[in-house]
Every structure is written in structure tokens, then in C-alpha cells.
């Protein structure tokens, strides 16, 4: 998952360019990329990439209703999001709105919004055990010191913090991606290693001097470890 944030690099065409090197890099490693983009450029990117799954950054806990200026589920499904981030670092929310936009995920009869996945994020074991009993689609780890970080990751600081992790979300049948500072081959090695089934990128991708080619590194990384797995 590539968290496109609201840099400059990742808003507006920019945004649709880099989606694009999403969706080559994908077709090229056979790894599913998922970009996480900024809600105003939702619309555009879905119509030029309809069959690409993009999630946005944030949704907001209201149903449809009097709620202006916040960021509806209904809204961001029908514009063609495939599923969200909550409760990032730098967007908390309280455990109870997490648990409010699933419930209204939960009471629509339809498969647009039964297929909308979840991603909630957590940043300590104790927020972890918290979470995962709320049943998300992923369970994302991401210590907030390292996010952004160039020098050290999640990865190599708190590999077996990873593990702990991966196994309170696994006792809630979640599965759990992991991210801050991830920007190595390494760190993809690490992460999978501990158990995790996927990672979450950012700046490492999004600000690079060549994305395509600092994804690909990542995504073939990551097939690779799959395959000798398998």
C-alpha cells in the first residue's frame, strides 16, 4: 500500500501520474499495489484507472444526513474507493468512531459496500489488542517516530515487536501490514519474515527521485520472498 499523503507530489495530476507508476509496477511484478490518495483526487483517478483498487486516507463516522464538510462512506464508495485508512498517526480517532464507520459499512445491503475494506491503523501492542477485536480487513502497525524516516524503519528497530503483533491480529483471524520507515529490500525481507502479509509505504515512494523505480525494488522484493515461501 503506497499512502500518498498531501504532498505536493502526490496531489492533483501528480497524483495521477503516480498512480499510473502504481498500476505499471503492478502489472509488471504481479504484486498487488494499492495507492492510498487524498480524497479530492478520488474522482479523477478512478476514471482514469477504473479497474486499479484505490483507497482514500480518512472517512468520517456520519451516515448520509446533514454533515457538511465531512468525509462520507457512501460518498468516497461511490466515487469508486475500494477501502480506507483510519486512525493513521496523523488522523487519530477515537475507538469508537472506528467501530461507528464499520457498523455503517455492516447495515448497507449492498456489495459495493460489503467489498470496502477496512485498514485501521495502530502504533503501540496495547492499541493492537484494542483494535484488532474490532475486526478490520487489515490491521496496520506503524510506530510514529519512524514514519517518514529515511535511516531507520519499523523493520530494524522493532522486528520482534512485528511478531507480537502479527499475533494479536492473527488470534483475531486480521491480517497485519506494517510501515514507518519502510525503504529497503530489507525491511520488506524483515517484515514478512516476522509474519506481516503486507507493507505500507509513503515517503520513501512518493518523494523519491524515481518512484518506479524505488516501488519496483520493493514489489520484486516482495514477490520474490513470496515465491521462495511458497
Not at 514514519?147 to 524503519?153: N, T
Amino acid at each position: 500500500m503506497v499512502n500518498f499523503k498531501t504532498y505536493s507530489q502526490g496531489t492533483g495530476e501528480r497524483a495521477v501520474e503516480l498512480v499510473g507508476i502504481c498500476q505499471k509496477v503492478r502489472e509488471k511484478t504481479k504484486v498487488n499495489i494499492i495507492p492510498i490518495v487524498q480524497v479530492v483526487d478520488l474522482w479523477r483517478i478512478k476514471q482514469q484507472f477504473p479497474g486499479l483498487p484505490v483507497f482514500v486516507q480518512h472517512v468520517d463516522l456520519f451516515p448520509p444526513g446533514k454533515h457538511t464538510g465531512w468525509v462520507s462512506l457512501e460518498g468516497v464508495i461511490e466515487a469508486g474507493a475500494s477501502g480506507t485508512l483510519l486512525n493513521h498517526s496523523e488522523h487519530p480517532l477515537r475507538p469508537g468512531s472506528i467501530k461507528k464507520v464499520k457498523s455503517q459499512k455492516s447495515k448497507v445491503k449492498s456489495k459495493k459496500f460489503k467489498e470496502f475494506q477496512l485498514v485501521v491503523c495502530c502504533k503501540t501492542l496495547g492499541q493492537a489488542q484494542r483494535l484488532a477485536k474490532l475486526k478490520p480487513d487489515f490491521l496496520a502497525y506503524e510506530p510514529p517516530e519512524l514514519i517518514g524516516s529515511q535511516q531507520a524503519s519499523v523493520a530494524t528497530v522493532y522486528p520482534k515487536t512485528i511478531k507480537k503483533v502479527v499475533k494479536i491480529a492473527e488470534a483475531k483471524n486480521v491480517p497485519l501490514i506494517v510501515g514507518a520507515g519502510i525503504h529497503s529490500s530489507e525491511d520488506v525481507k524483515i517484515s514478512l519474515k516476522m509474519g506481516a502479509v503486507g507493507i505500507l509505504v509513503a515517503t520513501d515512494v512518493v518523494l523519491a527521485k524515481e518512484p518506479e523505480k524505488e516501488l519496483e525494488e520493493l514489489a520484486r522484493t516482495f514477490r520474490e520472498f513470496k515465491r521462495i515461501k511458497n
